[in-house]
């Protein structure tokens, strides 16, 4: 029977099951906790929970598997339940007993009209999933009627099943999310939460084949890459502030590796705009970036991706995930990348190995045990990129490689982290997570600064640090809802706690200059100098933060809150071959800081569809690293935010937008005394613009993210007063639009295509050049050739169709300018069982 017949059948004896009076089983309400598993097992459950007898032949059960039932409802409702898409229903049996029996062919038919307007309740997050794959209790929305005995052939019409569609299945390739699991660390709908919240989930990172977050984040207004050395790391910068290392969580914990993360075991990336302090500690201004983790779930999935393409990349992931027993209370998923990959750059190469074990033990019906391990080691070599000249990058060739080709970095990772949950009611629930990350990183650089334009001789420096570094991170939440006088709350208090500490061994010396017209490199192996630069510092704090969230008349939503932080800064130095790291310890120093960081917002829903919206927001920032000229380390970045804008969701939420005005200074910004190495906390940046935002599906087989950022990014006090930011385009925008060919036309093709532009970037603050202006034009083909297997998915990106030469970030001099890649091909093959 195909797949039509097997749920029309189900739906029929859904219908017929319904129909049975009340006299064969009680009506009350069990509480249901069947796991899928195959159907003799699953009955066996079902009848030691309700006390009937379930009659049936065993052949009728072979080989037969139960999506099982999770809910407090009647014996009936779950039984019927239990059996769909089996093809089997239930009838009257003797007394406390039911009898199995397939629905009869040809006999019963079943005349089904879709609800024109479902719920609130019902409408999907997301509803465009492949139409075999949808996980739908259709009963509730459908309604039956005019069932008649008849061997008549008939046609039904086209059927509409609205339901809530799990966001997070592997099979959903919408582009849309309603919620957020970052933003206020509460369920809160984004239309409804006072801020500028974008979430890209996995159908966005497989459509445009990401290698790492930055391939993500540019679908996100006002969100600019960052200086990366070449591909090694993550930079960031959100409307107008380099995020730094403060700026990347993931599962709500800070992820400080400059590293180019993978994405093999991520299932979406959320991106919230403007402070975050108030709930994650300090951290950079202009926003903040968290990848959210796939995790174990009761369906048994597999995965095996191939992909290959320009420049000798070469990429396997696998993802395996399911019960590890019948009751499903407890669950594993196994992500697993081999990446090897060259490059357009001379010299350069990326490589790395990952394992993402993860456990979900469901202790009891209300508690909850997720532990989460992540092992990363990539040898890669660090890249620097072009220089500038005059009042551009200099014109030679972008595959131009300006370090030594003997150097070599190595990093390795081990990430363990645990959640506990425990829900004491469907209203209050606590959470304590912990996390714990150590890190090995061996970085041998050599790096430019300083060049004599009119020769092209450019001076280079000699570092190689060895570097090892522990981070310990908790965190307790308690949230609750509850109603005073009308009023509804949704409160969440906690503390958190942050411990990194780090020590790095280096040596520093000068290295020999290279004519960057003509370089000649000097493959000196310097591994056995001794070392004679030594650094030893911590970053650790605790807050205490609080959050109301307060509706009125289901239209008005405000939101108040704040956090206190106690925060510790220490640095010790030591230089010369006689030092060690113990002498760094020795000679460091305590800064510490203490504030508060208020916020408040507030947001209208005068319809369904908009929302209006405002916040307020002070916060503590990241810790200057600099000293002034009595050896102090300077005082701790503050920022303050006014932020406004309107949200829309049309299309029963499945098309849906952001528009933000905000304003935003930084102050006590770091600024460097000529001619010395110390640094002055006088200065203040300011960055204010507009922000568009668009995302969903217009049609059910078209999709698209549309974006557009101004950015007003200068420095409003110390040196280089009026000058723009560096890195900031003042205008950017992109699309991406994927279309899922109707089937009449081809069954399972799909073709996308993005465009992304940015405007000219200043390559320092002191503005003594640009990158150009840039445009990049990508295209997608997939198809998932089901006449061959349905499991089976072919797909081809082409990026940077023009193959115009695109830069990335620099790091604010004129030495460090990142060259992106010109086109490339990738090809994808990817088997899927579920």
């Known amino acids: 029977m195909d797949g039509i017949g097997r749920k029309f059948m189900a ?14 089983a009680s009506a009350t309400e069990l509480d249901f906790n069947i796991a899928p598993q195959s159907l003799n097992s699953a009955l066996v459950a079902f009848g030691e929970k309700s006390d009937l007898n379930i009659l049936y032949d065993s052949g009728l059960t072979q080989g037969l598997t139960s999506r099982g039932v999770r809910q407090t409802t009647d014996p009936e409702t779950a039984l019927t339940l239990l059996l769909s898409g089996t093809g089997l229903t239930f009838k009257p049996g003797g007394k406390n007993s039911l009898t199995l029996e397939k629905i009869p062919h040809g006999k019963t038919y079943l005349s089904i009209r879709p609800v024109d307007d479902p719920p609130e309740s019902a409408r999907p997050a997301a509803s465009k999933t492949r139409k075999a794959e949808q996980e739908l209790l259709a009963h509730d929305l459908l309604v039956a009627e005019n069932v008649v005995d008849s061997d008549k052939k008939i046609t039904l019409p086209e059927v509409r099943v609205f339901d809530k569609v799990d966001p997070n299945a592997p099979s959903n390739i919408s582009y849309t999310r309603t919620e957020s699991a970052t933003a206020s660390k509460t369920s809160m709908p984004i239309i409804k939460t006072p801020m500028a919240i974008h979430v890209m989930p996995k159908a966005v990172m497989d459509d445009q084949v990401a290698l790492q977050p930055l391939d993500v984040v540019r679908n996100v207004s006002g969100v600019f890459q960052g200086f990366a050395f070449g591909g090694l790391g993550q930079g960031f910068l959100i409307r107008g502030f380099d995020a730094g290392f403060s700026g990347l969580y ?7 590796l400059n590293a180019q993360l993978s994405l093999a075991n991520v299932e979406r990336v959320e991106v919230v705009k403007g402070p975050s302090t108030n709930l994650y500690g300090r951290i ?16 048994a999935y597999y995965s095996l991706s191939q992909q290959f393409g320009s420049y000798d990349r070469y990429q396997t992931q696998f993802d395996a995930t399911g019960a590890l027993n019948e009751s499903g209370t407890l669950l594993y998923r196994f992500n697993t990348e081999i990446l090897e990959q060259e490059s357009f750059r001379d010299f350069y190469f990326h490589d790395r190995v990952l394992a993402a074990p993860s456990l979900t033990w469901k202790i009891t019906p209300r508690t909850q045990l997720d532990v989460d391990f992540t092992y990363s080691n990539e040898d890669t070599r660090e890249d620097y990129g072009l220089v500038a000249l005059g009042n551009r990058p200099a014109p030679i060739p972008r595959s131009r490689f300006l370090q030594e080709p003997l150097d070599e970095t190595e990093q390795v990772m081990y990430n363990t982290t645990a959640l506990l949950t425990h829900n004491f009611t469907p209203d209050w629930q606590v959470r304590a997570r912990f996390n714990h990350m150590h890190r090995f990183t061996d970085d041998p650089q050599t790096g430019p600064f300083a060049l004599d334009e009119t020769t092209g001789v450019l001076q280079r420096g000699f570092y190689d640090g060895v570097s090892r570094s522990t981070t310990y991170q908790a965190s307790v939440d308690v949230n609750g809802r509850f109603d005073t006088a009308g009023v509804e709350h949704n409160v969440l208090v906690g503390w958190d706690f942050y411990n990194d500490s780090a020590g790095v061994t280096s040596v520093t010396d000068t290295a020999g200059s290279i004519n960057i017209f003509n370089p000649q490199y000097e493959n000196v192996d310097r591994s056995l100098q001794p070392y004679n630069f030594f650094i030893s510092q911590t970053n650790r704090w605790n807050g205490v933060y609080f959050q109301d969230q307060i509706t009125l008349f289901d239209k ?3 939101m108040g809150g704040g956090r206190y932080d106690w ?6 130095l030591a230089f010369g071959a006689n030092q060690s790291l113990a002498a760094a310890e020795a000679a460091s120093m305590d800064v510490y800081n203490e504030r508060f960081s208020p916020r408040a917002g507030i947001l209208f829903q005068p319809w369904e569809w908009l929302s209006l919206y405002g916040n307020w927001v002070k916060s503590l920032g990241s810790p200057n ?24 969701s049309f299309f029963n939420g499945r098309l849906n937008s952001t528009v933000a005005f905000y304003h935003l200074t930084k102050e006590n910004v770091a600024v ?8 002055n906390a006088i200065g203040e940046a300011r960055s204010q613009g507009v922000e568009v935002d668009v995302s969903g599906q217009v049609t059910d087989d078209l999709s698209l993210i549309l974006t557009y950022a101004y950015t007003d990014a200068e420095i409003t006090q110390g040196t280089n007063q009026g000058n723009r930011l560096w890195n900031v385009p003042r205008n950017a925008g992109s699309l991406w639009v994927r279309y899922d060919l109707p089937e009449e036309w081809v069954r399972g093709l799909t073709v996308g295509a993005g465009l992304y532009v940015q405007g000219e970037r200043p390559g320092d603050n002191a503005n003594s050049y640009f990158l150009p202006a840039q445009t990049q034009v990508d295209a997608m083909l997939r ?4 006449f061959i297997d349905p499991h089976l998915t072919l797909q081809l990106n082409v990026n940077n169709l023009a193959d115009e030469t695109l830069y990335g970030g620099t790091l604010g001099d004129r030495f460090t300018i990142n060259v992106n890649n010109p086109r490339t091909f990738t090809g994808t093959v990817r088997y899927a069982l579920w």
């Open 556 to 558: 008005l939503h405000i």
């Open 783 to 786: 198809y998932r050739p089901e």
């Open 567 to 572: 925060a510790l800064r220490n640095l010790g």
């Open 672 to 679: 460097p005394v000529p001619g010395t190495a110390f640094s």
């Open 284 to 299: 950079e201004p202009g926003g903040m970036i968290n990848m959210v983790t796939k995790r174990p779930r009761e369906e």
């Open 250 to 256: 993931r599962d709500g914990f800070r992820f400080p």
């Open 11 to 24: 739906l029929v004896g859904l219908f017929v099951c319904f129909s049975f009076g009340t006299g064969q």
């Open 625 to 648: 690293g600099s000293f002034d000229a009595s050896g102090n380390i300077l005082d701790p970045e503050i920022a303050e935010q006014y932020e406004g804008g309107f949200k829309t």
